[in-house]
Structure formats: structure tokens, C-alpha cells
């Protein structure tokens, strides 16, 4: 490969980060950077040097969208501008330095994302990962197989087509099955929800082979650690799939979903805690598409809806109190 090749390829995988860096990312283009990995099997590895470059320069993390309390207020130091500026303009030599010590460590990777972060990463097969808040992942691409650790939290998935390595997600006792698809899992209590978005999985428990079930685009089911399914794609199927998955852009979509439910995913993302204070509203529901980091937003909402008090004078609590 001629040197001005490399460095086409280069720069081409360096604004494919910046991209995924930016808000406007889309299940469209998380589809268009499947589809040009898949041209050329270079195309991956400079996307990881592009990914490593970013992070060893001191930016964000690489091909990461990062939602985080007060991030929108937040500009970004000059040093971080300079940066991204610099590596738009060229990797050069230390991009390739770096990403050597990237590319050739251990082909077994993991993942960790804080409470309240959302990454989204490229792997080196191809294929795309959203991480959601407080979520732990463990890739290992071995020649026969891909395996994804899910250790706790969430993950969403675009699986670049290789039919001689299925792509399989184990959360706990379940197991999850693909060849080239979306879909996110879960990790629960007991089990885990499995969203597909694209395509067809097979889902089941360990031990229970026979009961394997094949969920298709728009559904979901949640597959619990003693083989138990249940599946719930309500009406329209897709729409209610992508509400479910709203905190790849940061946010959360309500429909007609209990209060109780909606402050726990809140607190999912934020340290600073909704507490309820009127048992009584637990049962009431709630709509509204919400940003994951603006949980006051969120109760002020609650308090107009229903005519009851919100307390943020603690720091570390947001007390939605009663009438």
C-alpha cells in the first residue's frame, strides 16, 4: 500500500472519530461505518489507531459520546480544540507509534463507562458498541467466534457480517446469538432484556439449548437465568424498541411509564439521587422525552403534573415531595 493510500485511509478513520464524537451520530451512520470497515480490512485497525491517537492525546475518549451532568455548559479547554484540529490534519508518526502499542496488545478488550457516561466505541472486527451508564463490557475475537462479557449494565450492538464468526453476548446465565444484526442487552436481576433493532438473534439461558427463541427487529424479551422467557414488543414494534433505547443520544423517552420506573432510570445516570417522597404517586405515569443528565428537569415535570413539591436543597438528593 502506497504511503498517500495510508494516509487517505488515515485521515478517513480520523474523521470517522470526530463524528462519533459529535451528538448528531446516527443508527444510519453507525450502519455506514459497518459498511466501510467491511471494504477493506485496513479500515478497522486505522479506525482503532484514530481511536487510540485521540485518547493518548489527552481529548475525550475515542469514538465516545459522552453524556454527563452539565456537559452541554462545558466548552472544551483549547488544548482539546488544538488537538482534535491537529489530528484532522494529519496523524504522522505518532499516530503510528501509538497505535502499534493499541493494536497489538491482547486481542481481549474490555470497557467500562462511569454512571451517568454513554460510549460508543468501534471494534476491531467492525462492529460498533453504545455502552450505557455504569456498564462493564469484555470483548474477545477469536477466529471461530466473537464473545462479548457483558459484566454488568447495558450495551448496544452493530454487528459487522462474518458468518463463519457468529457474534455472541453472554450476560450472566444468558446468552445472546448473531451473525450480522443490531441489538442491545440488558443485564437484570435475575436475567436479561434483549432489544433487536436489525435483523434476527437467538436468544437463551445456559443449559437450556433446547429453548432457544428468535426475537426479530422491533422486538424484545426479557430471558431469565432459569431458561423463563417473556416477550413484549407492543404495538408498532420498532418505535417502541428505539424508545427503549433513547440513551444512545443521551436521552430518556417515557411513555406512559409508572413514576417509580422513571426515577430509577434516573438514577441510573446521575449521582445525585430522586428520592420519592409520596408512596401515592408511584403508580401514576408519565410521558415526556427527557436528557439523561436533567433529572431536576425531570421532577419539576413530576411536580407541575401532578401538583406536588420538589426539594433540591441537598446536593446529593432531589426530594420530590407531596401535596
Known amino acids: 500500500m502506497t504511503r498517500s493510500r495510508t494516509q487517505e485511509i488515515d485521515e478517513l478513520a480520523a474523521?470517522?472519530?470526530?463524528?462519533?464524537?459529535?451528538?448528531?451520530?446516527?443508527?444510519?451512520?453507525?450502519?455506514?461505518?459497518?459498511?466501510?470497515?467491511?471494504?477493506?480490512?485496513?479500515?478497522?485497525?486505522?479506525?482503532?489507531?484514530?481511536?487510540?491517537?485521540?485518547?493518548?492525546?489527552?481529548?475525550?475518549?475515542?469514538?465516545?459520546?459522552?453524556?454527563r451532568d452539565g456537559?452541554?455548559?462545558?466548552?472544551?479547554?483549547?488544548?482539546?480544540?488544538?488537538?482534535?484540529?491537529?489530528?484532522?490534519?494529519g496523524s504522522g508518526a505518532l499516530a503510528a507509534s501509538v497505535a502499534a502499542a493499541f493494536l497489538f496488545r491482547?486481542?481481549?478488550?474490555?470497557?467500562?463507562?462511569a454512571v451517568g457516561e454513554i460510549?460508543?466505541?468501534?471494534?476491531?472486527?467492525?462492529?460498533?458498541?453504545?455502552?450505557?451508564?455504569?456498564?462493564?463490557?469484555?470483548?474477545?475475537?477469536?477466529?471461530?467466534?466473537?464473545?462479548?462479557?457483558?459484566?454488568?449494565?447495558?450495551?448496544?450492538?452493530?454487528?459487522?457480517?462474518?458468518?463463519?464468526r457468529p457474534f455472541v453476548v453472554e450476560a450472566g446465565n444468558v446468552l445472546v446469538r448473531a451473525v450480522g444484526t443490531a441489538f442491545s442487552v440488558r443485564r437484570r436481576e435475575g436475567g436479561a432484556d434483549v432489544i433487536v433493532t436489525e435483523g434476527v438473534v437467538e436468544a437463551w439461558a445456559k443449559g437450556a439449548d433446547g429453548q432457544?427463541?428468535?426475537?426479530?427487529?422491533?422486538?424484545?424479551?426479557?430471558?431469565?437465568?432459569?431458561?423463563?422467557?417473556e416477550r413484549g414488543a407492543a404495538a408498532g414494534g420498532a418505535p417502541t424498541a428505539e424508545r427503549a433505547l433513547a440513551w444512545r443520544s443521551g436521552k430518556i423517552d417515557l411513555a406512559g411509564t409508572r413514576v417509580d420506573a422513571a426515577i430509577a432510570?434516573?438514577?441510573?445516570?446521575?449521582?445525585?439521587?430522586?428520592?420519592?417522597?409520596?408512596?401515592?404517586?408511584?403508580?401514576?405515569?408519565?410521558?415526556?422525552?427527557?436528557?439523561?443528565?436533567d433529572p431536576i428537569g425531570f421532577a419539576q415535570v413530576i411536580a407541575g403534573s401532578f401538583d406536588v413539591g420538589v426539594d433540591t436543597s441537598n446536593p446529593k438528593e432531589i426530594r420530590i415531595t407531596g401535596q
Open 15 to 67: 474523521h470517522w472519530v470526530a463524528r462519533m464524537d459529535s451528538d448528531s451520530w446516527t443508527d444510519a451512520d453507525d450502519a455506514e461505518l459497518v459498511r466501510w470497515c467491511a471494504l477493506d480490512a485496513r479500515h478497522a485497525g486505522a479506525l482503532l489507531q484514530a481511536q487510540a491517537l485521540w485518547s493518548a492525546l489527552g481529548d475525550e475518549p475515542a469514538a465516545d459520546e459522552t453524556a
Open 71 to 89: 456537559a452541554d455548559d462545558v466548552q472544551p479547554p483549547a488544548r482539546a480544540i488544538w488537538t482534535r484540529r491537529w489530528m484532522l490534519g
Open 106 to 113: 491482547s486481542p481481549d478488550t474490555s470497557y467500562t463507562t
Open 119 to 164: 460510549r460508543r466505541v468501534p471494534l476491531a472486527d467492525g462492529s460498533t458498541a453504545a455502552i450505557n451508564t455504569d456498564s462493564k463490557i469484555a470483548v474477545a475475537l477469536a477466529e471461530t467466534r466473537r464473545s462479548v462479557t457483558l459484566e454488568k449494565g447495558e450495551a448496544w450492538f452493530q454487528v459487522a457480517k462474518d458468518a463463519k
Open 212 to 229: 432457544k427463541i428468535r426475537i426479530a427487529a422491533g422486538e424484545m424479551a426479557f430471558i431469565a437465568d432459569n431458561a423463563a422467557i
Open 265 to 293: 432510570e434516573f438514577n441510573r445516570y446521575n449521582d445525585r439521587q430522586i428520592i420519592l417522597r409520596d408512596p401515592a404517586l408511584a403508580a401514576e405515569r408519565v410521558d415526556g422525552v427527557f436528557r439523561t443528565d
